[in-house]
């Protein structure tokens, strides 16, 4: 069953729904000290969100796909722009919370394994991209997205290069050569009594992104960089 592995992040967007207000998500990572993400964060209203989710937004067309929609908040925007568009879920608790704030069309399972049916524009943003684990797992996961994608359509993503992780104080930095790509980061999550496994989560930077998606038969493009090293991106068929 899709609910039987722990579900922090579920648990909390359902919690702050029922009127806990206080609810946040522990995200412990292997390279960063343990944050708090708010759930009320993930409620948050077009005009609340970051400038690059709101450009993705405004990139979207035809029939959307939003991949990891979590509480409904960028598919709601979308409906409000007057787009068709599923919010994708594998938690069972977000999707009931999709539905009760009026999400139209949800799809409860896995990116991966639910049989793929063609889409105008996968969304894939809150470094969405970050679904292919490593990247060693990219490759699948873009002949995945390829397996959504209809003819003509378009991948958003957004991520961002966190090489700044690794700068020492002289601005030098320091990797190891040897080790797995400096994107590659280990997560758990948690959420009063509920803790996930560790799993990993790819940030990649462009030039690299741009690499691997050639290999896979598709042109990249960079549409929008910050000051921050997030950017999004636009994936096309070649």
Known sequence: MLNEKPDPMGGAIKAYLEGNNNASITVYSDQMEADELPAAYLFREFSEMPEREQF???????????????????????????????????????????????VKNVLHGDFFTLPATPHDTLLLLMNGIGLAGTLEGLPHFLET???????????????????????????????????????????????????????????INFDLLQQYAEEAGLKAELLLQEEDDHYIARLTQV
């Open 56 to 102: 993705a937004l405004k990139e979207a067309r035809g029939k959307v796909l939003d991949i990891g929609a979590g509480a409904g908040s960028h598919a709601l925007a979308l409906q409000t722009q007057g787009l068709e568009v599923t919010a994708l879920e594998i938690s069972g608790k977000a999707v009931e919370v999709q539905k009760a704030r009026g």
């Open 145 to 203: 997205c390829k397996k959504w994608l209809a003819p003509g359509g378009q991948i958003l993503l957004e991520s961002s290069d966190i090489l700044y992780l690794y700068e020492e104080e002289d601005g030098s930095v320091l990797l190891d050569l040897n080790g797995a790509y400096y994107g590659e980061l280990t997560y758990m999550m948690e959420f009063e009594d509920e803790r996930t496994d560790p799993f990993p989560w790819l940030f």
